[in-house]
């Protein structure tokens, strides 16, 4: 059995306040034709099919058209929701929809209940975990603890359970949104920590085929049977050099996985350039990116007049800019966002008591913050639910 396998689509995003509508069309158009011309017998959607909870009406109705168009061509979808989707608005009509063999698949409670697909050596019960915010699900999962590990395990041994009472043989796919240890993350991707440790082991999916992975942007296989496809567009300059693709997934009669990537269409190619300016605009060897979306570091030691307007003649399309000045010896100066990067919110505060008192938090101290940056995360994942 053939699978298309996708995820990410982010359907109503822009890049540097450019739309990527046209673009998202386009990658559409692209997913439709490929699932024609290479004979696949389901399409697999790992989550975030829209950029946020609510949408524009733009971005739903590029997402109606699709599933129209995907209906019409008679080849089984399923799909769940990411942690940028409402799953409820997400899954408004998904037992009418699921007639039309779009398969929607956003309620935690049904995720142990799969679509079964058959060929000629037997079943293939494909399973929807939609993204589970940690403090939304414990109790319908009974978890230990309110976290990613507790609450997708929980499922996962849904799932198993499901499969086992299966007639022998039955092969299985699942779909799940989450950050699996050993995956790279990029800039554009949402944080997922609130709640709990955002990573949870490849382990976790034991037992399974094939499990088709959203949320990382970035197209790569943690193990041979575990793989995110990655976001098809790039959605941040941290992408420059992403591949974007989808898997082209086979599963044979005893479970073995073959799978190659299927390149996306690129509507602009990304630059990040970094120099003083007049470098940047003189420079021969950076004549290859005058098409190409680009971001500028600027090291110029003070800072220049008018910079993008000079690098817009020679780039027409410089999207972002940013003035990392050279300096020598200890650096003072350095930007409040620089002595920041790379620190939790939890370290920044802890930093902060240190400043104002002499001396860090204690054990329990660390705690309380800790305590009170969980709720405070929780607290703005019930408000975007609703």
């Not at 697909?117 to 293939?124: K, N, R, T, Y």
């Not at 600027?298 to 003035?323: I, N």
Request: a negative charge.
């Amino acid at each position: 059995m053939r699978f298309l396998h996708t995820s990410d689509w982010h359907l109503g995003r822009s890049f540097h306040r450019v739309s990527l509508l046209d673009a998202q069309r386009a990658f559409l158009d692209h997913l439709v034709a490929t699932v024609r011309s290479a004979d696949v017998d389901a399409v697999l959607v790992a989550g975030d099919v829209y950029d946020r909870a609510v949408p524009p009406l733009a971005a739903v109705e590029l997402f109606d058209d699709a599933l129209h168009r995907l209906a019409d061509l008679g080849v089984p979808t399923v799909m769940i929701s990411g942690n940028h989707d409402s799953a409820r608005r997400l899954g408004v009509g998904a037992g009418l929809i699921g007639r039309a063999g779009i398969h929607l698949r956003t309620d935690p409670a049904t995720c142990h209940r799969p679509v079964v697909l058959s060929d000629e050596h037997g079943d293939v019960a494909l399973y929807g975990l939609p993204y589970l915010e940690p403090v939304l699900v414990r109790e319908e999962f009974a978890a230990e603890r309110a976290d990613h590990v507790a609450v997708l395990g929980a499922a996962m041994d849904r799932v198993r359970a499901d499969l086992a009472a299966r007639p022998a043989g039955t092969r299985s796919v699942v779909l799940a949104h989450a950050f699996v240890t050993g995956g790279a993350a990029c800039d554009s991707e949402r944080d997922i920590t609130a709640g709990g440790v955002a990573a949870v082991p490849p382990e976790l999916f034991d037992g399974v085929d094939y499990v088709a992975l959203g949320h990382l942007h970035g197209c790569q296989t943690v193990a041979e049977r575990i793989r995110y496809s990655g976001s098809p567009l790039a959605y941040s300059f941290s992408e420059e050099h992403h591949r974007k693709s989808m898997w082209l997934v086979t599963l044979d009669g005893g479970g073995a996985v073959a799978a190659e990537r299927v390149d996306t269409p690129v509507p602009r190619p990304l630059a990040r350039l970094r120099g003083r300016l007049a470098d940047l605009l003189d420079d021969p060897g950076l004549e290859p990116h005058t098409g190409s979306w680009v971001e500028a570091t600027l090291t110029d030691p003070a800072r220049p007049h008018e910079p993008m307007a000079a690098l817009a003649r020679r780039f027409p399309h410089v999207l972002s800019l940013v003035f990392e000045p050279e300096r020598t010896g200890e650096d003072r100066l350095a930007s409040y966002a620089q002595r920041l990067r790379g620190r939790t919110d939890r370290q920044i505060a802890e930093d902060f008591v240190a400043h104002v008192r002499g001396e860090g938090p204690d054990a329990g101290e660390s705690a309380l913050l800790q305590d009170a940056f969980d709720a405070v995360g929780a607290d703005a994942v019930r408000k975007e639910a609703r």
